[in-house]
């Protein structure tokens, strides 16, 4: 499989500053876990505040946590005067989103120069099931300061 | 166009009380605006607890809306004994989401004995911005009880 | 519904002239309908050559006309020193692909200076079918020449 | 990564047979290569009737491939007295479609008894890039016969 190469050494910290800039994130209860060079690990633990109409966790967190994920992964790849937006993504729901945490990982798979395109994986909490895949393309647009 | 010929009236109690048991929706001060045959609309308030790090509404509010007005839309549609469950969607996101309000519009575009395919549409609170495009697969599911 | 406002008028000739030059097209027995601002129908007539093992269309050859149809689409709303290119496109088949002819309409619904958002729908010979429905993500790239 | 567990053998036979009933891939001149439990794999050799305007492959070549490499990939896993229809796909075009041949990989990564999820990597000659990769969703039908 190909192995994306990144020219530059992620700044975690330019992450974890927007990562904590976002009020949804705060909502969900969620943790950034952890950021590397094009792969970003977010989670969140189960709470009924997060449900859909069966007492499982609602798709819109599954999704909201490998979005954060895959353009945050995109983000730990870019210069540090970019910043991201996501253009679209498309998700599809594996397995029933039942556990007690999600574990959502965004990696880079295609690096360019305006468009980065990201994996999303949301695993439950022993990491032995994939509940969700998502495929994401995020813009890179110059930071206005 | 072709239009969606559905074949029964919606029991519109059906879908406001499942959309009360998601937690997630209480969480997002979610509404649920209209249930028709195979149309629902659901809406949200701007809240600094929704955003993204710039301010806006992030793209997992928008998605969890459109993904609930889709899954209810499709449910509208269905016969009493059947529960819906999303297969997958994709969304483009087309304009920055600021402003007051999100209106999230699901709609039936093909109505299926196993699966349902939704429009989603995200406006702005005049309805005059198409904010985000959603398409999503939905798929009926025996209810168990 | 939000309108999409266009700054120029299309060269149609310069869409024929791509179109033309697309080996693929030929193959399909593909012909170009139609070309207006943001707005592009090709058709195909049905041949044993386009079929999936049922005899019907394959899924390959509605998408490949409602990707032609979506880039032209998006070409025709470009300045004329720039191409175009698909970022990616998500395509949901409602339903059979049988009949006599295929009409792929591609037409633009968000136009950036980068990125263009289409919509393709794919129609029946009569027009009273959705056959299939596609989102896709276009890219403006500078002509080399 | 989760495993991907298949009850059953594989008759390569049935995807051979349903292969040849597909007048596409004549037309594209496409070789069904190999045929695995859940795993199927397409070539197509470089042909000026398989381009786009600049003379590289088609998008709609690409997508054609990867679409039946998914469906037969759910096929092989499936009993004999199924078959297969795609009920939608998402790809994303990584780089350019250079070069003198196409391999189309199909994988199925979630089994389910109506719907199976199918990952399509679509890589140069030399499998050293990735090219497109899409998602598919595919609907398990009851054999007529």
Redesign the interface.
Known sequence: ??VIKLDRMTDSNRVKK??N????M???GASLESVENGSVTITASF?????????YF????L???A??ACGYAALSALPDDY?V???????????PAKGSKLIAAGQV??SGK??T?C?GTVYNETR???LA?M?A?I?AVKSEQ
């Open positions: 499989m190909a927007s990562f800039q976002q009020g949804l705060k909502t969900l709470h009924e505040s997060l449900t859909q109409q069966h007492g609602h798709a819109g967190v999704t909201s946590l979005d954060s910043e937006l996501t253009v679209e993504f498309k998700i599809n729901f594996l397995k798979i295609q305006t468009l395109v994996e032995d099931k994939i895949k495929t393309t813009i």
